[in-house]
């Protein structure tokens, strides 16, 4: 048996999404600029697809970009707001996604904008006393601090920082690739000027995602050569992907609570399996609770000789998770993320089980019993 716990990595593309996708690659061949009939056909879909991607998360469909993933769209916010928007100074944190933290590192050597990062508090949450008192050193800034931590599953309060930002004249980035299509959006209302997604983190396809911009914010494209999504970003659209994102998207919404009720099941399965099997069991992020991201659990494991192999064994087992931390040999530096937010213990292994729709109780048994076998034995 093979049990997939990786989805915070990617997830399997619905049968759904090939079935919306396939068509498109066989028949709607044209170039979306083309003023031809055959041309004007993928223009149609790819324009459906962005006034569905807007209704589901309550914005104008002008403010919709798309791109190749969230890692392009991360980039595009960052590199507009201090190239087109006037931006000196970048605030983000050491626990970012580092599509992120290096994109203000190259922005601060290139540009010269100041960098400053944000404390965090013991559990992982924005320290938003210290955001504050960055915040009041003044200056046209942009702050970057993402929704939900794609390793500790952190969760911050976007809505409080968001306002925190707007009282002091800032823009806001926040990076939604983990929580988009696992929660809802309401865009006219939330106080961010940039969000970005990834569609193969619900069940859509690789190499595509987009940015939203607010509207009213002008910015130019960092990838030149085309006057493609409004001249923001150039190269001729990827029809048939756009399609498949707009098409995960309205799975995902068309039933969101029994969606999480699902995961958070099987999340809570684990988690009961794991304290029965473990005494010195610990979650890093305190990733076990209810109010963090329901999708992704971070495990450090009592210290054991195999700590080093335990992701190796455990694919050898047939289940697929991945490493948050530094394994004991000293191989490599580990997860920056858990030694930004101190949770990193050379001794333990940390590793991170994230969890999707097509995931079963099975599953979850199946993975236990190998996890028990990987450290059963000294």
Same mark, same amino acid.
């Given at each position: ?83 087109? *928007? ?26 010269g904008?100041d ?53 002091h ?56 050569g ?12 990827s ?25 958070r ?8 399996? *794991? ?12 990733s ?8 992704? *659990? ?41 030694r ?29 019993n190998?996890?028990q ?6």
């Amino acid at each position: 048996m093979n049990v997939y716990l990786d989805n915070a990595a990617t997830t399997a593309v619905a049968p759904e999404v090939i079935e919306a996708m396939v068509p498109v690659l066989q028949e709607s061949f044209g170039n979306p600029s083309s003023s031809h009939a055959v041309g004007r056909k993928s223009r149609v879909l790819i324009e459906q697809s962005r006034r569905s991607v807007a209704k589901l998360l309550n914005c104008h469909p002008s403010c919709i970009y798309f791109t190749s993933g969230g890692t392009e769209a991360d980039n595009l916010a960052l590199r507009s707001a201090v190239r087109d *928007l006037g931006c000196t100074r970048i605030i983000t944190s050491e626990a970012e996604h580092s599509a992120v933290i290096k994109t203000a590192q190259s922005l601060q050597r290139s540009n010269g904008v100041d960098l400053d990062l944000v404390d965090h508090l013991e559990n992982g949450q924005v320290d938003l006393n210290h955001l504050q008192s960055l915040l009041a050193k003044g200056g046209k800034t942009i702050v970057s601090l993402m929704h939900a931590n794609n390793e500790v599953a952190v969760l911050q309060d976007i809505e409080a920082i968001g306002k925190m930002c707007q009282n002091h004249g800032a823009l806001f980035h926040t990076d939604t690739v983990q929580t988009m299509c696992h929660y809802s959006f309401d865009l006219e209302s939330l106080p961010v000027d940039f969000i970005t997604c990834s569609a193969h983190k619900f069940h859509g396809p690789k190499g595509v995602g987009f940015l939203f911009i607010r509207k009213g914010l002008q910015v130019s494209g960092q990838i030149e050569g085309g006057s493609q999504e409004r001249a923001v970003r150039g190269g001729t659209e990827s029809t048939h992907n756009i399609v498949g994102l707009a098409k995960a998207m309205e799975l995902a919404y068309a039933d969101l609570e029994g969606h999480q009720s699902h995961v958070r099941a099987l999340k809570a399965q684990m988690v009961e399996g *794991l304290r029965a099997a473990f005494e010195d069991i610990r979650f890093n992020g305190a990733s076990d609770e209810m109010d963090k991201l329901y999708t992704v *659990l971070n495990v450090s494991f009592p210290p054991h000789p195999k700590s080093g192999m335990a992701l190796f064994l455990l694919d050898l087992e047939g289940v697929a998770c991945s490493g948050g931390s530094a394994c004991s040999s000293g191989a490599t530096l580990g997860s920056h993320v858990l030694r930004a937010l101190k949770f990193h213990d050379p001794k333990r292994a940390s590793l991170r089980f994230s969890f999707s729709r097509y995931n079963t109780q099975a599953d979850i048994d199946y993975a236990l019993n190998a996890i028990q076998r990987v450290f059963a034995s000294k």
